[in-house]
Nanobody, 118 residues
Framework: QVQPVESGGGSVQAGDSLRLSCTASGRSSDFDAMTWFRQAPGLEREFVSTISWNSGVPYYSDSVKGRFTIAKQNAENTVNLHMNHLQPEDTAVYYC???????????WGQGTQVTVSL
């Protein structure tokens, strides 16, 4: 069973940094990618960043490119999302999702709240 668990959220001021972590149970040899999404109040869930588990190639949404960095720690089945220059519009619940090779299903974590104030 694959179960991602997020950590690292909190309340910060604009311009600050945070690091989110996602650690997933299961066999990492089955992982295809680990992806971060976020959902702000009243809005739909949106893609933030993803990283291929095998190649380590990252992708970012335009809204976070240049400010966020995604990186994986193979040995710990963990992906970190380093968020710099945070802005109030980054306020959201951040979710981690794991996709497996050969499957369209995604396994979701419970989410972690990030609040950025002026």
């Amino acid at each position: 069973q694959v179960q991602p668990v997020e950590s690292g959220g909190g309340s910060v001021q604009a311009g600050d940094s945070l690091r989110l972590s996602c650690t997933a149970s299961g066999r990492s040899s089955d992982f295809d990618a680990m992806t971060w999404f976020r959902q702000a109040p009243g809005l739909e869930r949106e893609f933030v960043s993803t990283i291929s588990w095998n190649s380590g190639v990252p992708y970012y949404s335009d809204s976070v490119k240049g400010r966020f960095t995604i990186a994986k720690q193979n040995a710990e089945n963990t992906v970190n999302l380093h968020m710099n220059h945070l802005q109030p519009e980054d306020t959201a619940v951040y979710y981690c999702a794991v996709s497996l090779r050969g499957s369209a299903r995604m396994y979701w974590g419970q989410g972690t709240q990030v609040t950025v104030s002026l």
